[in-house]
């Protein structure tokens, strides 16, 4: 066990819907991170949010958002869902102090969309 | 901009056989290496790591060696067991760029038959 959480566990919903994927990082961790992993696209980083201010963005669509609120759980939002956006979602936390630090990575969120 | 390449798999060994997946890198800067392990099901779990030239990382049999040189940092294993049987992924993290995200390989698949 991490110490990360995610809910839900799995999603399944329609074209066209929002959902909302939320992280609960290791108690003490500044730092969350957003991850995609699909069977094309592999392991890919989406945004980074440390300490409640947003640090840093990767291949993050324009029709997903996130935030990070004050007490450090972080909640990733995907809108306009399609068929391509079925995949595993992780978040992973850190102490949010060193480049060379570990981050530890919650369960997943395993979403399909029909 | 930075990269991580892995060795295409799966890779099928059996009980108590060597192991070892090779991993290369490009980055910018001067990177922390890490590898994860994915169980069936699981989200990603640290195995080990290393964060300057030379560095070994080790855990639970498993040891790696950061080799700027030949800017690789290959897993062995010396006896693996049917337990070892999951996906394993190379990543970095970019200590120059600040990019704290990691970059993650594609993930080779190890099946350990007994």
């Known amino acids: 066990d991490s110490g990360v959480t995610q809910t839900p566990k799995h999603l399944i919903t329609a074209t066209g819907q929002r959902v909302t994927l939320r992280c609960s990082p290791r108690?003490?961790?500044?730092?969350v991170y957003w991850y995609q992993q699909s069977l094309d696209q592999g392991l890919q980083f989406l945004i980074q949010y440390y300490n409640g201010e947003e640090r840093a963005k990767g291949n993050i669509l324009e029709r997903f958002s996130a935030q990070q609120f004050p007490d450090l759980h972080s909640e990733l939002n995907l809108s306009s869902l399609e068929l391509g956006d079925s995949a595993l979602y992780f978040c992973?936390?850190?102490?949010?102090?060193?480049?060379?630090?570990?981050?530890?990575f919650g369960p997943g969120t395993r979403l399909l969309v029909l | 901009g930075d990269s991580v390449t892995q060795m295409e798999g799966p890779v099928t060994l059996s009980e108590e056989a060597f192991l070892t997946i090779n991993c290369t890198y490009t980055a910018t800067g001067y990177p922390s290496l890490f590898w994860y392990v994915q169980y069936p099901g699981e989200g990603l779990q640290l195995l080990l790591k290393?964060?300057?030239?030379?560095d070994k990382g080790s855990n639970k049999g498993f040891e790696a060696t950061y080799r700027k040189e030949t800017t690789s940092f290959h897993l062995e294993k010396g006896s693996v067991q049917v337990s070892d049987s999951a996906v394993y992924f190379c990543a970095l993290s970019d200590w120059n760029t600040g990019r704290r995200a990691l970059t993650f390989g594609s993930g080779t698949r190890l099946q350990v038959q007994p």
């Open positions: 108690s003490g961790d500044l730092s």
């Open positions: 992973a936390s850190s102490v949010g102090q060193s480049v060379q630090e570990t981050q530890y």
């Open positions: 290393a964060t300057k030239a030379d």
